[in-house]
T-cell receptor, first 111, second 113 residues
Framework: GQNIDQPTEMTATEGAIVQINCTYQ??????LFWYQQHAGEAPTFLSY????GLEEKGRFSSFLSRSKGYSYLLLKELQMKDSASYLCAVRGDYNTDKLIFGTGTRLQVFP | NAGVTQTPKFRILKIGQSMTLQCTQDMNHNYMYWYRQDPGMGLKLIYYSVGAGITDKGEVPNGYNVSRSTTEDFPLRLELAAPSQTSVYFC????????????FGPGTRLLVL
């Protein structure tokens, strides 16, 4: 079967670092994606990992371990505007680009 | 370049009514998708298309139909609306092989009463 697990909610303080974990069990794997979704808005692309290791993009980093079926999104120097849901998604089939989404992690950043 | 556009933004339907959710993209993407997102949940794939004239079912296709007569448009049809179809519907598109994968439209909020 296909299963992607993320924590439902997390809280953090402005300026801090937070790590959002994602574990997956899918019948195929061709990349893992993180999306950010503010309340009432569409998801927007944050990062992509297809090989093991860390990908860094400014304040955001994403890590992948394919052997463990595990990824995390690391957000540094948190800002109030980072309060949003963070969706982990796996692409199982390269030929169609279909994504399987987790239920998302709602992050609240407090001053 | 408008990206992915969806109409309407919000709609209230009565049980048993039908409607079409419109989706258009101007990026010449060959792949297009319809998702639904229930409150506090992730996105579930309803239907997808890898090119004009080609469509296929996703995870939750029951109660919906699609067509893809052009590269740009991918309408989603609800024939007999049910309360279980109350959700936010997102259309997305991508270009085959693109690393950044799917671009999403702003969504259509549908309430079935």
């Amino acid at each position: 079967g296909q299963n992607i697990d993320q924590p439902t909610e997390m809280t953090a303080t402005e300026g801090a670092i937070v790590q959002i974990n994602c574990t997956y069990q899918t019948s195929g794997f061709n990349g893992l994606f993180w999306y950010q979704q503010h309340a009432g808005e569409a998801p927007t692309f944050l990062s992509y990992n297809v090989l093991d290791g860390l990908e860094e993009k400014g304040r955001f980093s994403s890590f992948l371990s394919r052997s463990k079926g595990y990824s995390y999104l690391l957000l540094k120097e948190l800002q109030m505007k980072d309060s949003a849901s963070y969706l982990c998604a796996v692409r199982g089939d390269y030929n169609t680009d279909k994504l399987i989404f987790g239920t998302g992690t709602r992050l609240q950043v407090f001053p | 370049n408008a990206g992915v556009t969806q109409t309407p933004k919000f709609r209230i339907l009565k049980i048993g009514q039908s409607m079409t959710l419109q989706c258009t993209q101007d990026m010449n993407h060959n792949y297009m998708y319809w998702y639904r997102q229930d409150p506090g949940m992730g996105l579930k794939l309803i239907y997808y298309s890898v090119g004009a004239g080609i469509t296929d079912k996703g995870e939750v296709p029951n109660g919906y139909n699609v067509s893809r007569s052009t590269t740009e448009d991918f309408p989603l049809r609800l024939e007999l609306a049910a309360p279980s179809q109350t959700s936010v519907y997102f259309c997305a598109s991508s270009y085959s092989g693109a690393v950044e994968t799917q671009y999403f439209g702003p969504g259509t909020r549908l309430l079935v009463l």
